[in-house]
């Protein structure tokens, strides 16, 4: 027995599928006859005509479900999303929070005995009209079916990345826009001193998934948008895994920076960064694009301390500022962070 399976995507038509039809001209009103000689009510019975005419017209044009139409943005877009598919426009939040005070977090001597210090930052700006598009499909796009594997995952995230406006893409992808899934194993199980004494057999080998799917791709605007909702959890995945995405060239690291030609990035940016420099003091830190960046201008104090790459989170460099970073370089190959011109660069 053979199976056809169809896939569908928003707006489409395919052979067989009735061609859906709506009424095209009003019904109009008219005036009664004993008012037929009445000049301002003739002309007050054509302007109803004329409007009702005219709504029924953007109503045929515009059908709401069909949110991928040009036509459908600003607050209609917003009032599709809520009212039809429950899915309200989505904020890009970079809110970050840093307690400092117990012992090892705060340089000594710069805060009072027995005192806790709360610094949060961060941004929260709604997305435009095309990534609410883009979220909505993520969310109601129903052709790949509901069981996960890489190709589900390869095809929703291209979707994501190259569906402008919320719109299905072709497949096959075109070459370097496909993007790489992999799934991390976890190597407990089996190995000598993995396991418990006695709760596995001899020359068995139990490992199993650790359940991190890593998503790479290439490093834009887009990609990065899709990083952040991923981390804040906006788009709906399988809960069994945990989904990380990292940008090409860029290897995943625990302290979320990563240097890619001796500049310095955000792995998941704005991570918390002010993503312009406007208002900002001299010395403070923000996300062009990825890239870290110096507020200017700077005067490096003598006695401040050396900050290398791979030693400090992203977090822990935003609190700290680049107000003290070198202006010139300070030894190439050395690992030591500097002002390069407004760029925080790695030596």
Known sequence: MSQTIQNVGPGAVYAGMPTPSSLQQILPAYVYQQYADDDNVQAFFLAYNQMAQSYLDWFNATPLAVYTLSGISGPLLDWVGVNLYGIPRPVLSTSNTIISGALSTQALNTLPLNTQNVQITGTATIADDDIYKRVMTWWLYRGDG??????????????????????????????????????????????????????????????????????????????????????????????????????????????????????????????????????????????????????????????????????????????????????????????????????????
């Open 146 to 347: 509901k069981q996960m594997s890489i190709p589900w995952i390869k095809r929703r995230v291209a979707r994501f990345l190259y569906g402008v406006g919320g719109a299905d893409i072709s497949y096959p992808l075109g070459a370097g826009l496909q993007p790489s899934v992999a799934i991390a194993y976890g190597s407990t199980g089996g190995a000598l001193s993995t396991v418990a004494l006695n709760t596995t057999a001899l020359n068995q080998n139990k490992s199993s998934p650790s359940g991190t799917i890593t998503i790479t791709l290439p490093r834009s605007q887009i990609s990065q948008t899709f990083a952040q909702f991923i981390q804040n959890g906006l788009l709906c995945l399988p809960f069994q895994g945990k989904f990380v995405v990292a940008f090409e060239g860029l290897p995943s690291s625990t302290t979320g920076l990563s240097s890619t030609g001796g500049v310095l990035y955000l792995d998941y940016s704005p991570d918390g960064y002010p993503t312009s420099p406007s208002g900002l003091t001299g010395g403070s830190l923000y996300s062009n694009g990825g890239v870290v960046c110096v507020v200017g201008p700077t005067t490096p104090s003598a006695q401040a301390s050396t900050i290398y790459f791979g030693s400090v989170s992203a977090a822990s460099l935003l609190a700290l500022g680049g107000g003290n970073l070198p202006l010139t370089n300070p030894g190439v190959g050395s690992g030591l962070l500097w002002n390069n011109g407004g760029v925080v660069c790695v030596a």
